[in-house]
């Protein structure tokens, strides 16, 4: 077969090579026996590769459809600490203390998945179910594979953030999706930089959708949410969720996205609530989109923004009065509307028709094409001085003023042409004509050097949030976009991982000069760690974990067939146990090193035996486990 040229790594054809030239991943390499084994044949139709990724509701695994010729996500229903992996097969077992609560998490999951796949020719914007299919005692959900990268390193590719001009071209489609799915009566819950997928295209997509539970603490399942991006009521399986529940981690990703930050966790914000507005982090963004946002992850539920129909109308359909001085002002009376039309003009609503999607009004998108009934043919605002810039306002009395200006240059000219010499006309015209053209000058400078330029120049250095930033991610793009010198001290703080910033001297919104020296306080970590738990891990996994924790470790091996070859057994201390980083304490790693089984033929007679021995009998024939037990000795 073809397919058993393929990469069990990446899908990718790697030819008769055992090591995938392009993804690096090695053949036969060993797999997690919780898990299905590669090359497994599912369904007759679709070759599994390796693990991807695994939660309270199951097992994500790079699968191949020998049907279509094209590698797949494959989704095993398997939550954790209902069933287990049947040990060398692909069937799952259940607890029967657990079959009722199995059986109905299935049915969720089920449901879940046969919304997804209605919702395939709808919009291209999130990841379908292409397929659903039962085998092995659970159920299998086949999804498209994301040619891509995820947001959260999207985001490190350019500079950690994004402006609210690119934010509001890239968006638009994934919150017609988002709306979408809330109609189809589906919530995501785990909406996050995480499961946001930037494609090759450039388009946004929406994955990794789970059933309720994975996504609200203190419930039967284990728990997978984002902090952050997790809305207050998912701390609480009694809390009631819904379509805001959603609309608080978009608008947190917004958050992040805008600001370069991550906003404090809900359940911290719940205790104490100082959350800085995206504004105060970021004096670029439009303090309208600052309010939005902010309304959007309001902790309380009931004063949140309820539907993402309202969260789109309020980020986007916003009058001219509510926009600053400062946007007002750099943009020409075209791009006030354009300013005003957002969404509507980024080109991506084209291919919607939102009254066949919307079970309620989406704002009328129609509704924006009322801004042209705005302009007469000359392109001059009608209807009063509400949405009269600054240029409007001036340009009459400058030209008044050049006229005049002109018109006694001319008088002054005929005067001295009358009543002076001739050879210095050309000096006087020569010099009427540099003042004319300096006042033009003049008269366009007003134009472009108006109080906008200084806000904008102002707002443009104005001190940023560096806290919770990589000091080595920012430290070369913040010195070069403000002109200015970064200096850190690493300091201990528990509180913050290592290398991120927890301390700026200089308070956010305050003014930055070129060639200062701005100082920050970085964490030098923790000097405690706990030590990882082992079960079902390989040595050299185990081990990057345990480095990333920086406990300094020693392996032991150990002879122990219960376990595969390169597997974990056992570590000292126990998992949980807490290491100090400071002092000599070392952890101890015991793997399997186990020798191959081999069965070992009986041996001839001793050739150097005496001459006048008897003659030598005919040795037994060793059992099998006495043959075993040599090979071990």
Aim: glycine share 6%; aromatic share 10%; with cysteine.
């Amino acid at each position: 077969m073809a397919e058993n040229k393929l990469c069990m790594g990446c899908m990718e054809y790697k030819g008769t090579s055992r090591v995938c030239p392009k993804c690096g991943y090695v053949e036969n390499t060993p797999y997690l026996p919780a898990y299905i084994a590669p090359e497994t044949i599912l369904h007759e139709r679709y070759l599994v590769g390796q693990l991807l990724s695994s939660n309270g509701q199951g097992a994500t695994y790079i699968a191949y459809d020998t049907a279509v010729s094209c590698k797949v996500l494959l989704n095993e229903y398997m939550p954790d600490g209902l069933c287990v992996r049947v040990k060398g097969k692909p069937t799952i077992s259940v607890n029967y203390n657990n079959l009722a609560q199995y059986k109905a998490l299935m049915a969720e999951y089920t449901e879940l998945n046969k919304s997804l796949a209605k919702m395939r020719s709808l919009s291209s914007h999130l990841t379908p179910t292409l397929d659903l299919f039962a085998e092995n005692n659970t159920t299998y959900a086949v999804y498209e594979y994301i040619e891509g990268v995820k947001l959260v390193d999207y985001l490190k590719e350019n500079a950690g953030e994004l402006s609210w001009s690119e934010v509001s071209a890239m968006f638009p489609p994934l919150f017609t999706t988002l709306s979408l799915v809330h109609n189809a009566g589906v919530l995501h819950r785990g909406i996050s930089p995480e499961t946001i997928y930037v494609t090759d295209k450039g388009e946004l997509k929406l994955t990794d959708f789970c059933i309720s539970g994975v996504r609200t603490i203190n419930t039967e399942l284990k728990t997978e949410i984002f902090p952050g991006y997790a809305a207050p009521e998912q701390y609480s399986a009694a809390s009631r969720q819904g379509t805001w529940t959603d609309v608080y981690g978009i608008c947190a990703v917004l958050y992040r996205i805008l600001t370069g930050s991550k906003p404090d966790p809900a359940n911290i914000r719940l205790e104490g609530d100082n959350l800085y507005t995206p504004q105060e982090l970021n004096p670029n963004i439009p303090k309208h989109v600052s309010d939005v946002i902010m309304d959007g992850m309001n902790i309380l539920g009931e004063d949140r923004i309820p539907t993402i129909t309202e969260l789109v109308t309020r980020l986007f359909d916003q009058p001219s009065s509510g926009f600053n001085k400062t946007q007002t002002l750099s943009l020409s009376r075209n791009g006030i509307m354009e300013s005003s039309q957002g969404m509507a003009n980024n080109g991506q609503y084209e291919n919607y028709d939102q009254n066949d999607y919307y079970n309620d009004d989406y704002g009328d998108y129609d509704d924006y094409d009322d801004y042209d009934e705005d302009y007469d043919d000359d392109g001059d605002i009608e209807g009063g001085d509400e949405n009269v810039s600054v240029f409007d306002k001036i340009k009459m009395p400058i030209i008044i003023g050049v006229l005049l200006f002109a018109i006694i240059l001319v008088i002054i000219v005929i005067m001295i042409k009358i009543f002076g010499g001739g050879s210095e006309d050309s000096n006087i015209r020569g010099s009427a004509s540099s003042m004319v053209s300096d006042s033009s000058s003049a008269a366009d400078n007003i134009v472009e050097m108006t109080e906008e330029t200084k806000e904008v120049t102002e707002a443009d250095n104005k001190m940023p949030s560096l806290v919770n930033k990589k000091f080595g991610d920012i430290k070369e793009s913040f010195e070069e976009k403000y002109k200015v010198t970064l200096e850190a001290t690493y300091e201990e703080n528990p509180d913050y991982p290592k290398e991120i910033i927890f301390w700026q001297e200089v308070e956010i919104g305050q003014p930055i000069k070129e060639g200062m020296t701005i100082k920050v306080k970085v964490s030098t970590g923790k000097t405690v760690a706990y030590v990882p738990e082992y079960e079902n891990w390989k040595l050299d996994d185990f081990i990057k974990l345990v480095e990333e924790r920086e406990i300094e470790y020693t392996t032991v091996s150990e002879i122990n067939f219960d376990y595969e070859n390169g597997y974990v057994i056992r570590v000292s201390p126990s998992p949980g146990s807490e290491i100090d980083l400071d002092s000599d304490e070392v952890l101890t790693i015991y793997y399997a090193d186990n020798p191959e089984e081999t069965t070992e033929e009986p041996t001839d007679a001793p050739t150097d035996a005496p001459t006048d021995a008897p003659e030598p009998q005919q040795p037994e024939e060793p059992d099998e486990t006495d043959a075993q037990n040599s090979v071990v000795e």
